[in-house]
T-cell receptor, first 112, second 114 residues
Framework: QKEVEQDPGPLSVPEGAIVSLNCTYSNSAFQYFMWYRQYSRKGPELLMY????GNKEDGRFTAQVDKSSKYISLFIRDSQPSDSATYLCAMTPTGANSKLTFGKGITLSVRP | DAGITQSPRHKVTETGTPVTLRCHQT?????MYWYRQDPGHGLRLIHYSYGVKDTDKGEVSDGYSVSRSKTEDFLLTLESATSSQTSVYFC?????????????FGPGTRLTVL
């Protein structure tokens, strides 16, 4: 079993839809959970991070972590064509020296 | 963009030739990383560095070597390129002083080995 599993996609939704992106993981040592967004032919950029369990909201984006189920989600409300990108989850144990483990990424397309 | 540049941005080479990719940062961050990104595999760590002349292997280090003689530069070398090393290579830096390993990525180098 991979340490981090991410829905493979691709995912296509109409503009205005609510999008749910998910990852599961197996390593209980993971404490920080991140979502990166990657536009075509660009480097990944950090979108949001969450520490331990709970929700975090930033505009139209909500990150949710359920450590008991080892499950994380990213919700996008009122999706826009500009949200079309690949989304990667990443996670790491506590500590500035620890390495990130990434999901494979899911490509989202928001249709006008 | 955390002041990270990568060169070259695109390269086509032939099997068996040596290739060196360069990552340059302008902010003296201690930690630097090389990843490759392939369809179906996501981002995989090749090598990383935690200081000048201090490097270590990641999960897919076979066929790659790295060097860091200055804080600002981290070089990735393919001693004898193979077609399986066709990929997009990303450099990343880690910002020290945070609670966790917050990484910022460069723009990537697209390498094709024929």
């Amino acid at each position: 079993q991979k340490e981090v599993e991410q829905d493979p996609g691709p995912l296509s939704v109409p503009e205005g839809a609510i999008v749910s992106l998910n990852c599961t993981y197996s390593n209980s040592a993971f404490q920080y959970f991140m979502w990166y967004r990657q536009y075509s032919r660009k480097g990944p950029e950090l979108l949001m991070y969450t520490y331990s369990s709970g929700n975090k909201e930033d505009g139209r984006f909500t990150a949710q972590v359920d450590k008991s189920s080892k499950y994380i989600s990213l919700f996008i409300r009122d999706s826009q064509p500009s949200d079309s990108a690949t989304y990667l989850c990443a996670m790491t144990p506590t500590g500035a020296n620890s390495k990130l483990t990434f999901g494979k990424g899911i490509t989202l397309s928001v249709r006008p | 963009d955390a002041g990270i540049t990568q060169s070259p941005r695109h390269k086509v080479t032939e099997t068996g030739t040596p290739v060196t990719l360069r990552c340059h940062q302008t902010e003296n961050h201690r930690y630097m990383y090389w990843y490759r990104q392939d369809p179906g595999h996501g981002l995989r760590l090749i090598h990383y560095s935690y200081g000048v002349k201090d490097t270590d292997k990641g999960e897919v280090s076979d066929g790659y070597s790295v060097s860091r003689s200055k804080t600002e530069d981290f070089l990735l070398t393919l001693e004898s390129a193979t077609s399986s090393q066709t990929s997009v290579y990303f450099c990343a830096i880690s910002v020290a002083g945070g609670e966790y390993n917050e990484q910022f990525f460069g723009p990537g180098t697209r390498l094709t080995v024929l």
